[in-house]
Each structure stands twice: as structure tokens, then as C-alpha cells.
């Protein structure tokens, strides 16, 4: 499978607990995403990154939320000390240019539930 | 700042008829606009996307889109809907110097 991989798909913590999220980019793409979308809501920017670097973090919460983009291996989100309202999908996408007029390529998701 | 707006929450249709999903948007340049499917339990697909040049925009499964500068309109159109079309789509839109941004989504509900 060639697309965006996210996993895990499906991950369950309870409040206080570190949640880590995996992407991997379609192969070729250096460009990467992340949006988090809360039920019934459309998709709300988070985080872009380029490999090694932070592109632009204007829709990361301040406190808690990190995300990172190494040169080998998958982008990670970390959230710590989760909270009940960190509950949502992450989506990942990438692309092969940055913002362009190319389409983003996204992942399944992960849908982190928080006990 | 640029904005995109669906003011539908949910369209009905039955199958075989022709359905319209509206999106409006705002941009300070020249805009770049995208429509975007997700199905239940999966990431967004790509549907279609207008750069330039004409007006009516053809994508996958037999959607199209039409451009409208003065209406700053991109609703996105199907001739005959099917059962199969029933999902979430997102209208995103960005201008030349800055991040996509997605609407919030309409419902697509295609009935037998």
C-alpha cells in the first residue's frame, strides 16, 4: 500500500496518559500534515512539518501538543497529559510540494479515545 | 483571511436525480479550491480541484464543480446520484501564500 499510513487506528487513554500518534507520507512526499477533526466537524488544521523542520504550528494548542518530523522514520503527534476533550480523529496528510495547488493525500486516521 | 462556508449541514437526494452540494469561499487572491469525500471511518479522498481555466471542473465517480468568481461560488454537482455517493463531503480552499482550509462538511444522504 503506497498511501498515507497512520497508525495506530484506534487508541484508547485515560486522562494524564501520553498519546502518540504515527504517520508515515506516501512515498515521495516530504510534506506533512496533521488536522484533527472532532465528530460531525470538518477538519481543523494543525500542524505542518517538512522533514526535520516545523513548518508552520499556528493551529497547535500551546501546551501538551507536539509534533515532529525526523529524517528517518514516521512524523509523530504527542500529546501528554491527555484530557477528555483531546478526544477526536488525526488525520494525516502529505503531499509532494508544500502548499500548492496540489491535492493532500490523507490517511485513515486515528481515533483516540480518552477514559 | 481567507474562509470557505457549506451551509448545508445535510442534502437529501434520491437516487437518480441530480444533487448540488454548496460551498462558498473568500480569499484575498486568486483562489485554489478542492472538494474532498470521506467516507465512514476513513481519511478524506481527493474529489476534484479548480486552479484555472475553466469553469466546470470534471473529478472522480462523475462529479463535477463549477467556478463562479462573481458568486465566489464551487458547488459541486452529480447528473444522477447513486445510493453509493451517501457520505461526507468537505469544500477546502486556499489562497496562493497560506494553508488549505476546510469547510465544515455536508452530508450527503442519497436514498433508494
Known amino acids: 500500500n503506497a498511501g498515507v499510513m497512520q497508525n495506530p487506528r484506534h487508541l484508547v487513554r485515560r486522562r494524564g496518559q501520553e498519546a502518540r500518534l504515527r504517520c508515515s507520507p506516501m512515498?515521495?512526499?516530504?510534506?506533512v500534515y496533521w488536522y484533527r477533526q472532532l465528530p460531525e466537524e470538518g477538519l481543523k488544521f494543525m500542524v505542518y512539518?517538512?522533514?526535520?523542520?516545523?513548518?508552520?504550528e499556528s493551529g497547535m494548542p500551546k501546551e501538551r501538543f507536539s509534533a515532529e518530523f525526523p529524517k528517518e522514520g514516521p512524523s509523530i503527534l504527542r500529546i501528554q497529559q491527555v484530557v477528555r476533550g483531546d478526544s477526536a480523529a488525526y488525520f494525516c496528510?502529505?503531499?509532494?510540494?508544500?502548499?500548492?495547488?496540489?491535492?493532500?493525500?490523507f490517511g485513515d486516521g486515528t481515533r483516540l479515545s480518552i477514559l | 483571511a481567507q474562509s470557505v462556508a457549506q451551509p448545508e449541514d445535510q442534502v437529501n437526494v434520491a437516487e437518480g436525480n441530480p444533487l448540488t452540494v454548496k460551498c462558498t469561499y473568500s480569499?484575498?487572491?486568486?483562489?485554489?479550491l478542492f472538494w474532498y469525500v470521506q467516507y465512514p471511518n476513513r481519511g478524506l479522498q481527493f474529489l476534484l480541484k479548480?486552479?484555472?481555466?475553466?469553469?466546470l471542473v470534471k473529478g472522480s465517480y462523475g462529479f463535477e464543480a463549477e467556478f463562479n468568481k462573481s458568486q465566489t461560488s464551487f458547488h459541486l454537482k452529480k447528473p444522477s446520484a447513486l445510493v453509493s455517493d451517501s457520505a461526507l463531503y468537505f469544500c477546502?480552499?486556499?489562497?496562493?501564500?497560506?494553508?488549505?482550509?476546510f469547510g465544515s462538511g455536508t452530508r450527503l444522504s442519497i436514498r433508494p
Open positions: 496528510a502529505s503531499s509532494q510540494q508544500g502548499w500548492s495547488n496540489q491535492p493532500q493525500h
Open positions: 512539518l517538512q522533514k526535520e523542520n516545523i513548518i508552520d
Open positions: 480569499v484575498s487572491g486568486n483562489p485554489y
Open positions: 477546502a480552499v486556499r489562497d496562493s501564500a497560506s494553508k488549505i482550509i
Open positions: 479548480y486552479i484555472t481555466g475553466d469553469n
Open positions: 512515498k515521495g512526499h516530504s510534506h
